[in-house]
């Protein structure tokens, strides 16, 4: 059975940093690309935040880049997102997502563009 089961999030103070795991099974996971998408309240759609591909390449959203970082262990079979310096507009549910990696080239699948879903995990910074 496919799973992408997630972990981490929570809450933060503005400036503190998270992090939000994506296990995998049931899937070959260097054959995926991994990413991660978000939710904001009152957003009607997810956002794209970065990927990583198996071959080693990593995307990420223009308004995440330098603040957060996406890593890949083919070991566990996870991805996990490092978010720093956060931001209050940083709260959202955060999803992990994967797509078969020759579906994509040179860039971040696109929400519609990947086949599985993991289950969404809060992450909310307030002071």
């Known amino acids: 059975q496919l799973r992408l089961v997630q972990s981490g999030g929570g809450t933060a103070q503005p400036g503190e940093s998270l992090t939000v795991s994506c296990t995998t099974s049931?899937?070959?996971?260097?054959?995926?690309?991994i990413g991660w998408f978000r939710q904001a309240p009152g957003s009607q759609r997810e956002e794209e935040v970065a990927?990583?591909?198996?071959?080693?390449?990593?995307y990420y959203s223009a308004s995440m880049k330098g603040r957060f970082v996406i890593s890949r262990d083919n070991t566990k079979k996870t991805v996990t997102l490092q978010m720093n310096s956060l931001e209050n507009e940083d709260t959202a549910v955060y999803y992990c997502?994967?797509?078969?990696?020759?579906?994509?080239?040179?860039?971040?699948?696109?929400?519609?563009?990947?086949?599985?879903w993991g289950r969404g995990t809060q992450v909310t910074v307030s002071a």
């Open positions: 997502a994967a797509v078969d990696r020759w579906r994509v080239v040179g860039r971040c699948p696109g929400r519609d563009e990947n086949d599985y």
């Open positions: 990927c990583t591909f198996p071959g080693g390449e990593i």
């Open positions: 049931g899937l070959t996971f260097d054959e995926y690309i």
